[in-house]
């Protein structure tokens, strides 16, 4: 089944301290993204890649890291989170021009 | 600047019609629309490419106006099922090739028996 898995669904932490949200394809897709996803906001992008090793910043990309080591795999870091960073976050992927899978989501709480 | 989506929310009856409009202030290469239900993950109805054209299945349809680089998306008969928030996601044309979207704010659409 294609499919965008992430991991984990729910989180709560506290300032400061680091956390990796995974995300995962199973598609072959070149194209991945990060978006969080805040009342009245709509879906921001944080960072997205266009390939393995080639990642470039979103709209909203401050106080969070990528990496894209395999092409399947996109990682969301936030090394030193805060409060403001308490979002649902969702991941994506697509081939050029087709359309984007989202990920089932994660919910994250900074306190 | 993410493009502006009207209006903010609306009530229909089953089986009226509603009118969805996205509109940008940039040069627009494409335009993505998608549902949302609450707590679930956004879901793919179409794509639109430069070049005006109009899309649709079922009874959701969508065209593009890349002079005003607006869409609109077109929902007739509405049924229950189509309540949900719907974005609009657009690729301008500076960044044609890298699939970055930007995504409207949304717009909430309730259908009411």
């Known amino acids: 089944e294609a499919q965008v898995t992430q991991n984990p669904r729910y989180l709560i932490t506290v300032t400061g301290k680091k956390l990796t949200v995974t995300c995962s394809q199973n598609?072959?897709?070149?194209?991945m993204s990060w978006y969080r996803q805040d009342p009245g906001l709509g879906l921001r992008q944080i960072y997205y890649?266009?390939?393995?090793?080639?990642?470039d910043k979103g709209d909203v990309p401050e106080g969070y890291k990528v990496s894209r080591k395999e092409k399947r795999n996109f990682p969301l870091i936030l090394e030193s989170p805060s409060p403001n960073q308490t979002s649902l976050y969702f991941c994506?992927?697509?081939?050029?021009?087709?359309?984007?899978?989202f990920g089932p989501g994660t919910r994250l709480t900074v306190t | 600047q993410q493009p502006v989506q009207s209006p903010q929310a609306v009530i229909l009856r089953e089986g009226e019609d509603a009118v969805i409009n996205c509109s940008s202030s940039?040069?627009?290469?494409?335009v993505h629309w998608y549902r949302q239900k609450h707590g679930e993950a956004p879901i793919f109805l179409m794509i639109l490419l430069k070049g005006g054209e109009q899309k649709g299945h079922d009874k959701i349809s969508a065209s593009f106006n890349e002079k005003k680089q607006q869409s609109s998306l077109y929902l007739t008969a509405s049924q229950l099922s189509y309540s949900g928030t719907y974005f609009c996601g657009t690729e301008s044309m500076a960044n044609f090739g890298n699939e970055k979207l930007t995504f409207g704010t949304g717009t909430r659409l309730t259908i009411i028996p």
């Open positions: 940039k040069a627009l290469y494409s």
């Open positions: 994506a992927s697509s081939d050029r021009g087709h359309e984007q899978y």
């Open positions: 598609m072959n897709h070149e194209y």
């Open positions: 890649s266009m390939n393995v090793e080639v990642t």
